[in-house]
T-cell receptor
Framework: AQTVTQSQPEMSVQEAETVTLSCTYD???????LFWYKQPPSRQMILVIR??????QNATENRFSVNFQKAAKSFSLKISDSQLGDAAMYFC??????????????FGTGTRLTIIP | EAGVAQSPRYKIIEKRQSVAFWCNPI?????LYWYQQILGQGPKLLIQ????????DSQLPKDRFSAERLKGVDSTLKIQPAKLEDSAVYLC???????????FGPGTRLTVT
């Protein structure tokens, strides 16, 4: 079974600075997807960024980028120019890429990000 | 495009009572998921529907939880009887087809006293 580990329960960063959230995962599959989701106090999970395992290039979405290290099974999220609206719980998630009926998301335990004005 | 709708947003019940949650996915989305998120944890899949058929319910406690998706659109998740450990946020998500991005609703926070 796949597992996702987020070892930082809480992180804080000064507004406009850069912060990196860590995630490691364990799988024996070669075809899979990795995601970072943001969950503000409203509870709605919002997709921040996704990475296909077969792609060597790291995904980027505006101020958000990932460092995907497939061999090390590491998938960190970098947030540049942090803004107050970035404050939320951030979840790393894994999804199998190969099997119909097995596209459930497996989530880590989350990292609470606080932005300091 | 309207998002995934869920109701109620909050529910407080006593143990051994029953409760039902409702989810309306994004129009046209064939796949629907129910996740349980216990405080301090990430969401865990309870059940996945493809249209009105169950694809994966391996993590659903079938002695007390049930779910259905009538006509392949709306879905209800029921707990009967509820236990204290069922206190959690219940998230519904939908995706257009297999493999596409999952869109989440705002969730229902259940408190069992």
């Amino acid at each position: 079974a796949q597992t996702v580990t987020q070892s930082q329960p809480e992180m804080s960063v000064q507004e406009a600075e850069t912060v990196t959230l860590s995630c490691t995962y364990d799988t024996s599959e070669s075809d899979y997807y990795l995601f970072w989701y943001k969950q503000p106090p409203s509870r709605q999970m919002i997709l921040v960024i996704r990475q296909e395992a077969y792609k060597q290039q790291n995904a980027t979405e505006n101020r958000f980028s990932v460092n995907f290290q497939k061999a090390a099974k590491s998938f960190s999220l970098k947030i540049s120019d942090s803004q107050l609206g970035d404050a939320a719980m951030y979840f790393c998630a894994y999804r199998s890429g190969s099997n119909f009926g097995n596209e459930k998301l497996t989530f880590g335990t989350g990292t609470r990000l606080t932005i300091i004005p | 495009e309207a998002g995934v709708a869920q109701s109620p947003r909050y529910k407080i019940i006593e143990k051994r009572q029953s409760v039902a949650f409702w989810c309306n996915p994004i129009s046209g989305h064939a796949t629907l998921y129910w996740y349980q998120q216990i405080l301090g944890q990430g969401p865990k899949l309870l059940i996945q529907f493809q249209n009105n058929g169950v694809v994966d319910d391996s993590q659903l406690p079938k002695d007390r939880f049930s779910a259905e998706r009538l006509k392949g659109v709306d879905s209800t998740l029921k707990i009967q009887p509820a236990k204290l450990e069922d206190s959690a946020v219940y998230l519904c998500a939908s995706s257009l087809v297999w493999g596409n991005e999952q869109y989440f609703g705002p969730g229902t926070r259940l408190t069992v006293t």
